[in-house]
């Protein structure tokens, strides 16, 4: 079995509506556009004006988190002058789901694992419930306002991460979901929501990343994955995230706009673009995703359900 995965090498608006619409899926009632609005001093940030056409058609809300690590996006305050000064103000609603507060989600790994998957066991328990509960029920934590939301359209930046080696669709719908705390439990491997804690607790990285996959699913779980659509645009392809406020320059060139309805296909196949690419940059992006381990997530996102690795192209 396999996913389609559409895509188109010219990055612009028409496109970007383009693809969306070439999906099949109508995203529904109150539409959450879950974006990265870059930390202060970054610039490789999806471009207000080039996401604001599919904005606009689908009448959303620009949706995000605050941040666990200080910065411009720490806090709300601070985080509205970000989004101000990026420009997204400018173009749509915007919403920080956790500047009321937040609420817990649930993560139940008994409900389907796929055997054979991952080339590890498969989970006994989850990794955010913490390590030292048996259980293998668990709990993701996001923005109040998450609930507010009858649909997601996940508009991610693909480019590298410092931690988990790339950051596509599914990094979006896991650490950017994620309230403050949220991002501390994710970070520390279900181990505390303590924002300044959970840096000294970071050692586990198959689990950090294991624990993106399962919040993931929880997601997912929340929204029902018919409510859901997902697309990467793979330009500025930086080793480092948008959530970096000195962010090294690009070394490739721009790839293209991939979607899908299935967020492991897509990441797996911008993940491979990157690999497969005649660019001799490409070298330091695949350094970056490959030392940190970044397929794991990829990996464990398939074993846990959220979709599959194989995919179908196909070219606009």
Not at 261 to 266: E, F, G, K, W
Request: with cysteine.
């Amino acid at each position: 079995m396999s996913s389609k995965v559409f895509f188109v090498k010219e990055i612009n608006s028409e496109n970007l509506v383009k693809i969306y619409e070439t999906l099949g899926r109508e995203l529904k009632g109150n539409v959450a556009v879950k974006i990265s609005t870059g930390e202060m001093g970054g610039h490789n940030f999806l471009d207000p004006q080039l996401i604001k056409p599919l904005v606009d058609k689908l009448n959303g809300t620009i949706v995000e988190c605050n941040t666990a690590y200080g910065g411009s996006r720490a806090t709300s305050e601070k985080h509205w002058e970000t989004i101000k000064e990026h420009g997204f103000l400018d173009i749509a609603k915007v919403d920080i789901m956790d500047e009321e507060g937040e609420e817990e989600i649930p993560l139940d790994l008994n409900e389907e694992i796929v055997e054979g998957v991952t080339p590890k066991p498969l989970y006994k328990k989850s990794h955010l419930s913490g390590r030292d509960n048996p259980s293998p029920k668990g709990f993701d934590i996001v923005g109040s306002h998450l609930k507010n939301y009858d649909s997601m359209l996940m508009l991610s930046h693909f480019k590298g991460h410092a931690m988990g080696g790339f950051g596509g669709a599914l990094k979006n719908m896991s650490i950017g979901v994620a309230s403050g705390n949220g991002k501390a439990w994710i970070h520390s491997v279900g181990r505390t929501k303590n924002q300044k804690l959970c840096w000294t607790m970071t050692g586990d990285q198959d689990g950090f990343l294991e624990s993106m996959a399962e919040a993931d699913k929880a997601v997912m779980t929340f929204f029902k994955s018919e409510n859901m659509a997902f697309i990467n645009v793979a330009n500025n392809l930086s080793v480092d995230c948008d959530c970096d406020s000195n962010p090294a320059d690009p070394e490739m060139e721009d790839l293209g706009i991939f979607a899908s309805l299935d967020p492991v296909a897509l990441d797996q196949a911008c993940y491979d673009a990157v690999q497969n690419a005649s660019d001799d940059g490409k070298s330091a992006l695949i350094e970056r995703m490959d030392s940190r381990h970044g397929i794991h997530t990829i990996e464990n996102a398939a074993a846990l359900g959220l979709g599959v690795r194989d995919y179908e192209i196909v070219e606009l």
